[in-house]
């Protein structure tokens, strides 16, 4: 191979990594900061109900709740009434901000609209015992897109690595 | 050799030293020792309030002041931006020092120790990467129990000290300290460094007080002579080599993220188990304190029921077995692809060294959802540390509220991409070292797919 | 070393230890001062007063003794989880306990005798033994005998608690027909007027809906009622020998303390009151776990004096705490009215 071919190719070759990364950057971009519109139509399609209220019943114990993962629609009216079989828990929604305690015997009712999609933990902020920092669970409303877009880039950035070197 | 020579000259440094108040500021005791005083005055403090305080942990200072205020600050800034910058300061060598030593701040002073010579056997990161995982077994304990936090840290310093008195320099913090194994391994990555100006200055002379010290400053204490340091790991940013060279040839450069990852002096089995441990830790880390599942962590609380055995073997099998042969597999793999006859052995723990990155952004994605929602305490924690009823600066009743709920998974998600995009290009850098472009690349495939797997595992348990 | 490396040396060392003496000596100051500080009057005496689950000891200290007119200045905190201190029989104000935080009162007594202190946050299934004594004595006053309680109504009238009620045959078979429960407010609709007896608090007392029951069924002024609303008028006759008022504070005692044992509906399926013996301890044949006081079948076999004896003394082996030292008498009628409610009063349910 002659100099000038070989520097050819190595131009070649460098110009087409920087489209590559440059193609891969710009898709993971699109991916993880699009917003998909949840429109009624769209969503219905997608299998995902118009808002509804809902009624659901969480146990707090040392040191879980149960359920542990609760799924809402965005938009749904959600009350929850939490019960506790111990000691005095409290149930504190990340993002929303709303919170209620609940003494065993008990029943407390929390009422909230679904109206940020994402997923959020659910915290005790009652003291509970040793291991209360780390009592927590979660709350998915509307599917995880987050999620979903951040192993989708994942995804396409092993990709992405896979075509550059694909040859 | 020559090869490093250019290789160190073309990556971008920017010499600190040359800026003259920064020079006299690195090279004055005060400031260091200012700084090591209070950190050894917090740390008392802290065995204090852990031993007689509160029981009660998001109440009491040690639990709040070593697991969340300083964790945080030493995996998000100090580590990523410093290297082993914490080291320079830590409390725990401090005392044993001192004695050591014989002084406080310029040497001269008539030391105490029997200054013997670490075992040949012990001098790798084994001990601190078993270490860890100790600490991993007993982590929900020690991280929820003043007491506990508060007899390990009054542990550490004993040990430490004791060390001192019978071994040479800091042999506790290069050889026994968990925490700075993994500092050390870490430090790789972080853009400051200190380093000779021009080697053919040390060639010049055989007298060389960076090792053996001399009136304005102390041997190297992290034995890492300062003439061959090609790498971070070792190098505690103490500064005495630049207080002791005699021919002013040692310089602290800032420098890009990642340049020692080049580095092939340093690399060992030790150190890449270490860095397995990590990665294996922070999984485990995730799901039994993140996760929604209680039983997980009363598995991992109560200490001696069957529940915690199996905790434990998991935690280790995991971290020392699992995932290294995880990865041996697709070293292995990538080798036959690429149809290399390089040594497996070496091929495996060069690649090691290639995913310190995603370990390293792996435990900040898990200190940021750790540390932010937990933060709040520290200022209720700063005016009643003891859980006494204090209220030395008006705080003590402020509630707890979780602090960036809201921008903490994008950030966790930009971290974990972060780290497998850098990792993946160091993966394949460091194939390049040993094999020609088209089969180092074939060779990272299967690697670049376990970091990938392993992310997507991170991503789940932190986001989903 | 050279003096100014000398002098720089011993400044170091200087700072050094003092700020570690800081470090080490500074609690413990500032704790001195602090617990002497508030006890300025001299006729206080400060106790600090931990609060832990029974598992982990209960109260720290569960004895104490003070003296007429002395002020106690405590301080309580707690160890594990929520808990509170509350006094029995006095009118102070329940404290919340919250771990790691510190909470102070002063106590003042003006009379002599034992005061029970207890915790009314539900912490864990030993809850109810978090009881300690305050043992309050006159100085002046020559007996060191602290003054008896008057004898509860069940012992004046001479009746074994503990024995199963038996209930008259016709209105047992009355019970049985029964598709509903009676409702208090049904027969108040009614409109019929009360016999003499049932407007008597004392008679409503010491005697049982069931024989409320035969005494209306066997009068003939009643005689074109079903059986069904006479139960209705006798549950209006309960609900009419108490107050809105009454009920309303013996709810609040109910949730505080009895429902996570028995229930918010008071079927005995409280989480705390699964694992308990209940009757069973005497009674192998009998149910497991709490009273449900929603079966009017055993409710109605027994008389308000019948419950307070339970609520007393409570005990033996079945899992039910004594209430006997914790309640002032007014407190247990009006708890005992609220109970009643689950099987006679649809507000209740």
């Known amino acids: 191979m002659t100099n000038s071919q070989f520097s050819n190719l190595k131009y070649q070759l460098s110009n087409r990594r920087l489209q590559v990364t440059a193609l891969a950057v710009l898709v993971g971009v699109v991916v993880l900061f699009v ?73 407390s009712r929390l009422t909230f609209v679904a109206d940020k999609a994402g997923t959020f933990a659910l915290r005790c902020f009652a003291p509970c015992g040793p291991l209360h920092p780390f009592m927590v669970g979660k709350l998915n409303v509307g599917p995880n897109w987050l999620l979903w877009r951040a192993m989708g880039v994942a995804g396409i950035a092993a990709f992405a690595g896979f075509w550059m070197i694909r040859k | 050799m020559m090869r490093q020579e250019t290789a160190r000259q073309e990556t971008r440094r920017y010499e600190l030293t040359q800026v003259p108040w920064l020079k006299r500021l690195l090279v004055s005791r005060w400031p260091l020792f200012l700084a090591r005083a209070v950190t050894l005055a917090g740390f008392v403090l802290t065995i204090v309030a852990g031993l007689i305080g509160s029981p009660v942990g998001s109440h009491n200072f040690a639990i709040i002041f070593v697991w969340i205020a300083w964790w945080t600050f030493l995996k998000l800034i100090a580590l990523p931006f410093g290297g082993r910058a914490w080291c320079s300061i830590c409390p725990i060598p401090m005392m044993g020092e001192w004695i050591q030593q014989g002084a406080l701040v310029e040497p001269g002073g008539k030391g105490l120790g029997l200054g013997r010579q670490w075992p040949k056997r012990l001098r790798n990161v084994w001990l601190p990467t078993l270490g860890f995982g100790v600490i991993g077994l007993f982590s929900a304990v020690t991280l929820t129990q003043p007491r506990v936090t508060g007899w390990v840290l009054l542990g550490f310093i004993l040990l430490a000290a004791v060390l001192s008195l019978v071994f040479e320099r800091r042999a506790f913090c290069r050889h026994v300290c968990p925490i700075g194994g993994f500092i050390g391994l870490y430090s790789r990555i972080a853009p400051v460094e200190v380093r000779v100006r021009d080697r053919a200055v040390c060639a010049s002379h055989t007298d060389k007080t960076c090792v053996i010290g001399n009136e304005h400053g102390y041997g190297c204490p992290w034995q890492a002579s300062p003439v061959s340091l090609t790498q971070n790991t070792n190098c505690g940013l103490c500064m005495e080599c630049l207080r002791s060279c005699s021919r002013d040839n040692i310089a602290v450069n800032v420098r890009p993220f990642g340049a020692d990852l080049a580095r092939r002096a340093g690399r060992s089995l030790d150190q890449a188990y270490f860095g397995f441990m990590m990665l294996g830790s922070v999984v485990i880390y995730s799901a039994v304190m993140l996760g929604a599942w209680g039983n997980l962590k009363t598995a991992a609380y109560n200490v001696g029921t069957p529940g915690w055995f199996v905790y434990s073997a998991v935690l280790l099998a995991f971290t020392l077995g699992v995932l290294p042969g995880l990865f041996l597999l697709a070293v292995w793999a990538g080798r036959a692809l690429a149809g290399s006859k390089a040594s497996l052995k070496k091929a495996f723990i060069a690649q090691s060294h290639a995913i310190i990155p995603l370990g390293l952004m792996a435990w900040v994605a898990f200190t940021i959802s750790f540390s932010f929602a937990k933060f709040s305490y520290v200022w209720s924690v700063l005016s009643d540390p003891f859980g006494w009823g204090w209220n030395l600066f008006g705080t003590a009743q402020l509630p707890w509220t979780p602090y960036l709920s809201t921008i903490t998974p994008p950030l966790q998600v930009l971290a974990l991409l972060g780290g497998l995009v850098w990792t993946s290009i160091w993966v394949r850098r460091i194939a390049q070292e040993e094999l020609p472009e088209k089969s180092a690349t074939r060779q990272s495939l299967p690697v670049m797919l376990f970091c990938l797997v392993f992310t997507i595992g991170m991503l789940w348990l932190l986001v989903g | 070393m050279a003096t100014r490396g000398l002098k720089q040396e011993w400044l170091a060392r200087l700072i050094l230890a003092l700020l570690l003496v800081a470090a080490i000596a500074t609690p413990l100051a500032v704790q001195w001062i602090q617990t002497h500080d508030s006890a300025r009057n001299t006729n206080a005496t400060t106790i600090e007063l931990r609060a832990r689950m029974a598992e982990n000891g209960g109260w720290s200290s569960d004895a104490i003794s003070a003296t007429v007119g002395q002020t106690l200045h405590l301080r309580l905190t707690s160890d594990d989880v929520i808990h509170s201190f509350a006094v029995g029989q006095t009118d102070w104000p329940v404290l919340d306990i919250k771990p790691g935080e510190v909470v102070t009162t002063d106590l003042v007594f003006d009379r002599p005798g034992r005061y029970t202190f207890f915790c009314t946050r539900w912490c864990g299934a030993n809850h109810w033994r978090m009881r300690g004594v305050i043992e309050v004595t006159d100085p002046k006053s020559d007996t060191t005998r602290v003054p008896t309680a008057e004898p509860p109504l069940f012992q004046k009238l001479g009746f074994d608690i503990d024995a199963m009620p038996v209930l008259d045959p016709q209105a047992k078979r009355s019970l049985g027909k029964l598709t509903s429960l009676p409702s208090a407010e049904r027969g108040a609709a009614l409109h019929v007027e009360l016999p003499a007896e049932l407007r008597q608090r004392d008679w409503l007392r010491t005697h049982t809906p069931a024989e409320a029951f035969s005494l209306l069924r066997n009068n003939d002024a009643y005689g074109d009622l079903l059986d069904a609303q006479i139960w209705d008028v006798v549950a209006f006759a309960w609900r009419n020998a108490t107050s809105d008022a009454t009920i309303a504070r013996g709810a609040q005692l109910f949730t505080r303390d009895c429902v996570a044992c028995h229930g918010e509906q008071g079927r005995g399926d409280g989480p705390a009151g699964r694992d308990l013996p209940g009757l069973q301890k005497m009674m192998p044949d009998a149910k497991r776990g709490p009273a449900d006081f929603t079966n009017l079948r055993r409710l109605a076999g027994l008389s308000d004096a019948h419950l307070q004896g339970k609520l007393l003394r409570g005990g033996m082996g079945t899992g039910m705490p004594e209430f006997g030292s914790l309640y002032t008498a007014d407190e247990q009628w009006a708890l005992i009215a609220f109970v009643r409610g689950f099987a006679m009063y649809d507000t209740n349910r």
Do not use: C
């Open chain 1, 35 to 107: 917003p998909i519109p949840l429109t009624r139509r769209l969503t219905a399609s997608w299998g995902l109900a118009a808002p509804q209220e809902r009624h659901l019943r969480i146990e707090a114990s040392r040191y879980q709740y149960t359920p542990s993962v609760i799924s809402v629609n965005p938009g749904d009216k959600v009350t929850i009434d939490l019960t506790t079989t111990d000691v005095v828990h409290g149930l504190y929604v990340d993002d929303y901000g709303v919170s209620t305690t609940a003494d065993p015997g008990q029943t």
